[in-house]
């Protein structure tokens, strides 16, 4: 509250500072605007950045020092026989106390009611000394900055180099969010690894993920060998594309080549409806609907079907990805120069002549850059997979048997309650790592081919 | 030289002719009753400024037009006295027999030997390989290019430079065996050394095919053509021999334009 109320007056000095800036710039050449080097806008907005990001930087640094620098206060303010008790118990005894002062929960101890009470004046304390140098900040920078402004100043220049700033912290967020995911993956798979070798996490073949909790429990060794994992990826990603692909190809060819634009116009936002369906939906159509269906099918033909088959999950992921490949497809199909149709029809081609021999020839290399993205959407999909796959790790190309996925022993090594530190856990971040380098490598691979199918007709 | 061919040549044979021929583009009336014969074994070139229908003629010689949304064509367009709009005709068939060259060289992303290859392959022309390569070199040889690729047959076409694309394209059409080649502005995409080559290769093509070319370059009119028809807002305004059109224009339209007050 106190915040919200130090934010709204930093923000509202921050107006002021644009006001005053403008007319004391204008105030400057006895309101003629053409004698100032920039517009009073400008020279409003640089006195409003000197008054607000200054003391909201404060603020900013505030947020975030605040939790360890109170808990290094309190710690070292606790009685002696509290402070020297292990990190462990210590920082039990800060949780106690932070309830205390907080939740207005009741303190077990003197010794915690009196350090809550020093939480929350050390709090006070520190919130207001904040408060006071942003507030001092913000109006010295106000004052500094209107009493810069001269006709000459180059504030337009100034305030443009600030946005610049801006932009390009704003692009960098992304990047830096990414590595940090990487980085985040790649220590805990090292930590991983230290428990378990690489060699056997990528070569093994048996995968069964159960550590004793105690060191002398029954059957305490875990199997960490990651192939059949990665087998039911490649199976029930490879199921999706041979039903995406066929369909999703022939569904574009139609859209950009033969389909009238009143039926294009139609259907084409409805197969990219496909794309929009949340997967979780997709999930259950495959565990409800589609798992039953073709478990029902094979035993009437007499074949033993697993109720979680790799066949359900990756029929359905497959009709999932079709959108990837059918509005690519079209794109590319569609960017093959009217030029040479018309070439190969003047030769006497057919329809169906120039499209297999020279559109799609032409389109190509789009296409397989569309594909390898949809192959890396499938390797990547959780949900369906979840839901419909199965978790026994079986190493079989049967896909009428269960089989489980990468992302599906994620999502279980990482539901329920866990030990952060326990190699099962830290096997999740070691998939996590595995995958996210396949899927890299193919959407690098994909946006090259089609890059450099781009330069060829543009 | 013109005038040794044109007297030997037989008169009174044409060999595309229209007549009243029209071309509606939705509301927009592309072409007006339009009376023109094409002659066998000589150039005959459509000169007119921009959006005067000189291409939408030459696009109903082989059909083109079928493709554009909205076109409709009414009168009477022949090819040795037979309908080309007739219901029976089949456009594949047409197009054997009216080979196109268009204003950009569109060679397929194929190499130079299956570009040439392409029309005779899907139109069965070759009983064996041989016989394919012997069609692929004497199109090659007609279209003035063997010498210059006949060491890079499978590099692909879009490799060659433009004025060796344009020449691909005129091979390919030759490959087929058409009795009417039909350019439209062949040279616009082209340097001046290689629109040289090219006005030549149409000279040289003019003994054994009927040739309509398309042309906003009156010198090119004159160079390479026999006859030259003057079209202008969808009608055709006047139609003779080149030399008397240049020299000797009877209408005063034709005689604003080739001297270029309009245009």
């Known amino acids: 509250m106190q915040l919200l109320i130090l934010t709204v007056v930093l923000l509202a000095l921050t107006g002021i500072g644009f006001s005053t800036g403008r007319r004391r710039a204008l105030a400057v050449v006895e309101g003629n605007p053409r004698l100032l080097h920039s517009l009073p806008n400008h020279h409003g907005y640089l006195v409003a950045l000197w008054c607000g990001i200054p003391a909201l930087l404060v603020v900013v640094g505030w947020l975030a020092f605040e939790p360890s620098l109170l808990h290094a206060l309190v710690i070292s303010a606790l009685p002696p026989e509290l402070a020297e008790m292990s990190d462990e118990r210590l920082s039990l005894v800060y949780n106690e106390v932070r309830n205390v002062a907080l939740n207005g929960q009741t303190a077990g101890s003197d010794a915690v009611a009196e350090a809550a009470r020093h939480y929350l004046s050390l709090r006070q304390t520190l919130f207001g000394a904040t408060a006071v140098v942003a507030l001092v900040l913000a109006v010295a920078g106000l004052a500094w900055a209107r009493g810069h402004i001269h006709r000459d100043l180059r504030a337009r220049n100034r305030v443009e180099r600030v946005v610049t700033v801006f932009l390009v912290m704003a692009s960098t967020v992304a990047i830096f969010t990414t590595i940090g995911i990487v980085l985040s993956l790649l220590f805990e798979s090292l930590r991983f690894f230290h428990f378990v070798p690489v060699s056997e996490f990528l070569f093994g073949t048996a995968w069964s993920p159960q550590m004793a909790i105690r060191s002398d429990q029954v059957g305490s060794s875990g199997a960490f060998g990651a192939v059949p994992l990665f087998a039911g990826t490649m199976l029930i990603a490879g199921i999706a594309l041979v039903v995406a692909v066929p369909l999703g190809l022939l569904s574009a060819i139609y859209m950009s080549e033969y389909a009238l634009p009143r039926f294009r116009s139609v259907v084409k936002p409805m197969l990219e409806i496909l794309a929009g369906i949340p997967t979780v939906v997709y999930g259950f159509f495959a565990a409800l609907t589609v798992a039953p269906f073709i478990r029902d099918l094979g035993t009437s033909l007499g074949l033993t079907v697993a109720s979680e088959s790799a066949l359900a999950a990756g029929l359905v992921m497959g009709i999932m990805i079709i959108p990837f490949v059918s509005s690519l497809s079209d794109d590319v199909i569609s960017a093959v120069p009217q030029s040479l149709r018309e070439g190969a029809y003047g030769l006497g081609a057919t329809k169906s002549e120039t499209i297999k021999q020279v559109v799609i020839p032409a389109a190509l290399p789009g296409i397989v850059g569309g594909v390898l993205l949809a192959a890396s959407r499938a390797i990547g999909e959780t949900m369906i997979v979840v839901m419909a796959a199965g978790l026994a790790a079986n190493l079989t190309a049967n896909p009428l048997e269960a089989v489980t996925t990468v992302t599906t022993q994620i999502v279980t090594l990482l539901v329920g309650d866990q030990e952060f530190d326990s190699p099962k856990t830290l096997a999740a971040f070691a998939l996590g790592l595995a995958l996210f380098t396949i899927t890299l490598a193919l959407n690098a691979v994909a946006l090259h081919i089609v890059n450099k199918y781009r330069e060829k007709y543009d | ?263």
């Open chain 2, 1 to 263: 030289m013109n005038s040794q061919v044109t007297a030997h040549r037989p008169q009174g044979c044409a060999k595309v002719s229209a007549r009243s021929l029209s071309v509606h583009y939705g509301e927009k009336h592309a072409l007006q009753a339009v009376d023109l014969d094409i002659r066998a074994g000589e150039v005959t070139a459509l000169i007119g400024p921009s959006g005067c229908g000189k291409s939408t003629f030459l696009r109903c010689i082989n059909r083109m037009n079928d493709m554009v949304e909205g076109a409709k064509v009414s009168g009477s367009l022949t090819l040795d006295g037979s309908d080309i709009y007739d219901r029976a005709l089949d456009v594949v068939q047409l197009r054997a027999r009216v080979g196109m060259v268009f204003q950009k060289p569109n060679p397929f992303p194929k190499s130079i030997y299956d570009n040439i290859a392409y029309g005779p392959r899907i139109h069965g022309l070759a009983r064996d390989q041989n016989e394919l390569d012997e069609i692929v070199m004497t199109s090659l040889e007609r279209a003035g290019l063997l010498a210059e690729v006949k060491d890079r047959l499978t590099e692909s076409g879009t490799s060659l430079s433009g004025g060796q694309q344009q020449r691909l394209c005129i091979a390919r059409a030759i490959a087929v065996g058409p009795e009417v080649i039909l350019m439209d502005e062949p040279c616009s995409a082209l340097d001046p050394i290689a629109t040289a080559k090219v006005e030549e290769l149409i000279d040289d093509l003019r003994e054994n095919y009927t040739i309509v070319i398309v042309t906003h370059s009156m010198q090119q009119a004159a160079r390479v053509s026999q006859r030259t028809a003057f079209f202008h807002l969808g009608k055709l305004i006047e139609v003779s021999d080149t030399e008397q059109i240049f020299t000797n224009p009877q209408q005063p339209l034709t005689q604003g334009y080739i001297t270029g007050r309009f245009g």
